[in-house]
């Protein structure tokens, strides 16, 4: 357990950004494994943030989203990162390298398609167009 992976998707990227933004206006090692500090959130006053590494459950933040629960926010991601600027170095090159094989993948499949397409003869080109305006017009009974 980490605060990465005890912090949904979103509040993990939304906090570096937060952390890149320079939202993480100061930070303080209070303990052995906690960190205390102030992330500019939305309103005029910063919040209060303190994260616990080794007990992750024990941090807190005073934003509507974490304040009272154990959820981990952005926040507490964004002070994390500022804490180990080294994990959101590390954070950032494996979004990076999910994104390039994404991207791989994606072009791949488009080539795949773009040579079954040129295979095609007019005559099954017609009929493929065909079902998949059909398939098209289903879907969107369906779901519209
Ligand atoms: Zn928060």
Redesign the pocket.
């Known amino acids: 357990m980490s605060i990465l992976t005890s912090a949904s998707g979103a509040s993990v990227w939304r906090g570096y950004e937060y952390y890149t933004m320079k939202r993480v206006v100061s930070l303080e090692k209070v303990g052995e494994d906690e960190y205390e500090g102030q992330v500019a959130g939305r309103g005029e006053e910063p ?1 209060h ?1 303190k994260i616990n590494t080794a007990h992750i459950r024990r941090s807190r ?1 005073n ?1 509507p ?2 304040d009272g629960t154990q959820k981990i ?4 991601v964004a002070l994390y990162f500022a804490a180990y600027p080294k994990e959101a170095d590390k954070y950032i090159a494996e979004v990076e390298e999910y994104e390039r094989e994404e991207q791989k993948c994606l072009e791949e499949h488009c080539a795949e398609v773009r040579s079954y397409v040129n295979s095609l003869s007019k005559k099954e080109l017609q009929e493929e167009l065909y079902r998949t305006l059909i398939e098209i017009e289903e879907m969107k009974n369906k779901y519209w």
Do not use: L, S, W
């Open positions: 919040y943030v933040c934003c989203h974490a926010c952005k926040h507490m």
